[in-house]
């Protein structure tokens, strides 16, 4: 099992900063990727970042070259840095791990953080 935890959401104004970070505990040996997601008002939960293991950072759209994702896995975390953040940011974000493993056929499953709220308001 793996657990994960969120922390640093908050309140900020347009165009300010925060720092979401995530920790994972438990059996990551078989993580293959970590990430965010975000679900806002009345919207689908949607990916905003992620990394998996041998491949560069993806990022939406809406936020290449605002956001930067960052994964240690010595220390199963991971980390969001939002820069220059807007109103439509506002969101719950949650954290999500995949674990994928294989016998005769492929295997994964989706590990969830608990979610935290980020407000960008004036």
């Known amino acids: 099992q793996v657990q994960l935890v969120e922390s640093g959401g908050g309140s900020v104004q347009p165009g300010g900063s925060l720092r979401l970070s995530c920790a994972g505990s438990?059996?990551?040996?078989?993580?293959?990727?970590m990430g965010w997601y975000r679900q806002g008002p009345g919207k689908q939960r949607e990916l905003v970042a992620e990394?998996?293991?041998?491949?560069?950072?993806e990022y939406a759209d809406s936020v290449k070259g605002r956001f930067t994702i960052s994964r240690d896995n010595a220390k199963k975390t991971v980390d969001l840095q939002m820069n220059s953040l807007k109103p439509e940011d506002t969101a719950v974000y949650y954290c999500?791990?995949?674990?994928?493993?294989?016998?005769?056929?492929?295997?994964?499953?989706?590990?969830w953080g608990q979610g935290t709220q980020v407000t960008v308001s004036s």
């Open positions: 999500q791990a995949l674990s994928r493993w294989w016998d005769y056929k492929k295997h994964e499953r989706e590990y």
């Open positions: 438990g059996s990551m040996s078989d993580i293959h990727s």
């Open positions: 990394v998996s293991n041998g491949n560069s950072p």
